[in-house]
């Protein structure tokens, strides 16, 4: 599982997998102060949120570890934090492994601190990042996501807090606990949030109660002794059985710890009820393990008998592993001790530089020691978790005997049914997960159909009641003087490019020289393909004079223009092109009848220029009517210019 982008974790260590993470942060850690002072409110917190917690947790047991918490007075005493930070806080971690209903009891338990102890912040998260949003994930806003989401999502109240990028666009951890603090009505997420997290949590504590399994197992003696005395120590078991490898199985094939008398000594096997989470079930019952040698097993006729006896071998086998491996490793057993909880509280700077055996000194240390003494025994769980080796010796030093176990009436199994009903669990979540998202899909497209029937309402309204058929020349002449260069071009892949000069002053005297010599030799009465020579071969520097300036260079231009547009008159004078147009005032005067007019009335008529802009708007719309509604190049260039035409009020369809 890799690493989500949402962390900035400064270390080269990797977050760990199937872990969750969460601080507390009370709203007085903002504040400065001293260091006494802030350690003695954050153990008060801390004790008071154990103790808040315990009813809750006592009858269960964890896969890996406890659920707990510890001070953090600085960064460099929060290892587990993705966000470094200097505010004096509460962290824990909490190590799930396959067993999801243990990180979302953690959630669980949060969100009755965050409602038990309103004055406080708090922030959770695993190796994927924000999981809560996962949760939530169909009615989150658009613009959160993985990237934005860092130092925004947190429980407060009992509620779902996301600080709205609008009043903290990059949050900081300390601005984003100061936003909580001041306006945190404003961070409260949404009641679709809030009811799809909180129906995810609705269930526990009976959720994770029911998640526990009681089973009758047969177990060497020793090992009953151990788990009467420490219970919890089946998941350390279980956790050395399904995570053995190699070197780990040599020792279950002596099994010199909990199974030291051997094979001849049958008694040692007694029949015990284990409590373990339905995850530890499943990972016993569904691996094949074949009994060491020296392990005594009973006969396969007895089959109630012998299931029994298979599924206490793999916790002894477990047992064994986990004790011997982690005695090589070196564990002390020793849990935190008092003396590294001092130096820690030294290293913090918690005596402030008081002298040893002051006044001062002393009361401080009296604070702490009762503090240590409150908290050992909450703590005593993750201690025995984090260290088993000495509690286990401790144990086993003890007197008993098989005796201590006969005679004791062992309860039936819990049935195992929802190992295998499984499936219909899965497809009942499945389809949760289903009707969630076809309620999303239908929401959002009827929001899509609603917004397009009110653009579709008002650009009808808008275009029956206020177009200006003018927008369209309006448009079309923006649309021309548009320069586009050739990046804006679209031209094939494979084409040459080669670089074109062209002179433009010289291209536009031979323009007019050509224009000039045809008006001339039409003029003179003479055939056009008669004339000699080439205008091309003429310069028309030479006809330039340079003692006439600026005026004599407008009177070229005048004659120019004059010359091209007779010429282009002379052109169109014989086809009917010249009648498709509507001239100046033709379309708004009455027309009088062709024979009627006079020669200097038709002599005007030709002369009258053309309206370029009703023409476009006449054949643009006769373009767009012969469409008949689909698409085509007058929609599509009217479209362009951001233009939209209201229905044709003669199409009946």
């Given at each position: ?325 982690r005695r090589k490793d070196g564990e002390d057993g020793k849990g935190i001790s ?228 007779g010429v282009m008159n002379e052109e169109l004078k014989n086809s009917t092109l ?76």
């Amino acid at each position: 599982m890799a690493k989500s982008s949402l962390f900035s974790d400064t270390t080269t260590t990797r977050l760990p997998d199937d872990t969750v993470f969460f601080s507390i942060f009370p709203d007085s850690s903002s504040h400065s102060g001293a260091v006494s002072e802030t350690s003695a409110a954050l153990q008060s917190l801390h004790l008071q949120i154990i103790d808040f917690v315990s009813p809750f947790t006592s009858p269960y047991i964890w896969q890996h570890e406890p659920f707990s918490l510890s001070i953090a007075l600085s960064s460099s005493s929060c290892a587990c934090t993705d966000t470094p930070t200097t505010l004096p806080h509460l962290h824990g971690k909490l190590k799930y492994g396959d067993n999801l209903e243990d990180e979302w009891f953690a959630v669980f338990l949060l969100f009755r601190i965050s409602a038990a102890f309103p004055s406080n912040s708090i922030r959770v998260w695993d190796t994927d990042g924000e999981f809560l949003l996962i949760e939530a994930a169909f009615h989150l806003p658009r613009w959160l996501n993985p990237e934005t989401s860092l130092n925004r999502v947190f429980i407060r109240g009992g509620d779902l807090h996301i600080v709205p990028r609008s009043r903290l666009p990059d949050p900081s951890l300390v601005s984003s606990l100061r936003f909580l603090i001041e306006r945190g009505n404003e961070s409260r997420a949404s009641e679709t949030v809030q009811s799809a997290l909180k129906t995810r949590v609705s269930d526990y504590p009976e959720r994770a109660w029911r998640n526990m399994h009681r089973v009758r197992v047969r177990v060497p003696v020793s090992v009953a002794q151990v788990l009467r005395h420490e219970p919890l120590l089946i998941s350390l078991a279980v956790e050395g059985f399904y995570d053995r490898d190699i070197d780990s199985m040599k020792h279950a094939a002596k099994m010199e710890k909990f199974l030291s008398k051997g094979r001849e000594e049958e008694e040692e096997i007694v029949l015990v009820l284990v409590k373990m989470s339905r995850a530890m079930y499943g990972q016993l019952v569904q691996q094949k393990f074949q009994a060491p040698s020296c392990y005594p097993m009973p006969s396969v006729s007895d089959r109630d008998a012998y299931i029994e006896a298979e599924l206490g071998m793999k916790i002894a086998c477990g047992m064994e592993m986990m004790y011997q491996v982690r005695r090589k490793d070196g564990e002390d057993g020793k849990g935190i001790s008092w003396s590294k909880y001092k130096e820690n509280l030294e290293k913090n700077g918690y005596f402030e530089g008081l002298l040893s055996g002051s006044k001062d000194y002393k009361r401080l240390m009296e604070n702490a020691e009762e503090y240590y003494q409150k908290s050992s025994s909450f703590s005593r769980t993750r201690d025995i978790m984090s260290a088993p080796v000495r509690r286990i010796d401790e144990v086993l030093a003890l007197p008993y005997s098989e005796d201590d176990f006969k005679g004791v009436e062992v309860p039936v199994s819990d049935s195992d049914s929802w190992l295998y009903d499984g499936e219909d669990e899965l497809n009942s979540v499945l389809q949760e997960r289903q009707k969630e998202m076809e309620f999303y899909s239908s929401k959002k497209e009827s929001k899509k159909k609603a917004k397009e029937k009110q653009e579709a309402g008002s650009s009808s309204d808008a275009n029956m009641n206020n177009f200006d058929l003018g927008d369209i020349s309006k448009s079309m002449q923006q649309f021309i003087q548009k320069v586009s260069s050739y990046e804006g071009a679209e031209v094939p892949d494979n084409r040459d490019f080669k670089e074109v000069n062209l002179d433009v002053d010289r291209f536009m005297k031979d323009i007019e020289s050509m224009l000039g010599s045809q008006t001339r030799d039409n003029q003179a009465g003479d055939d056009s393909d008669s004339s000699e020579g080439s205008s091309m071969d003429m310069d028309f520097d030479d006809f330039e004079d340079d003692s006439e300036g600026e005026e004599s260079n407008e009177d070229a231009k005048e004659s120019f223009e004059e010359s091209y547009y007779g010429v282009m008159n002379e052109e169109l004078k014989n086809s009917t092109l010249e009648k498709s147009f509507e001239h100046v005032n033709q379309h708004s005067s009455k027309p009088k009848e062709e024979s009627s007019k006079t020669l200097d009335e038709k002599k005007d008529d030709e002369f009258t220029p053309i309206d370029a802009d009703f023409n476009l708007v006449k054949n643009l719309l006769e373009s767009y009517s012969s469409q008949q509604g689909l698409p085509g190049p007058a929609s599509n260039l009217l479209g362009l210019m951001g233009l939209q035409l209201p229905k044709d009020s003669n199409d009946k369809n």
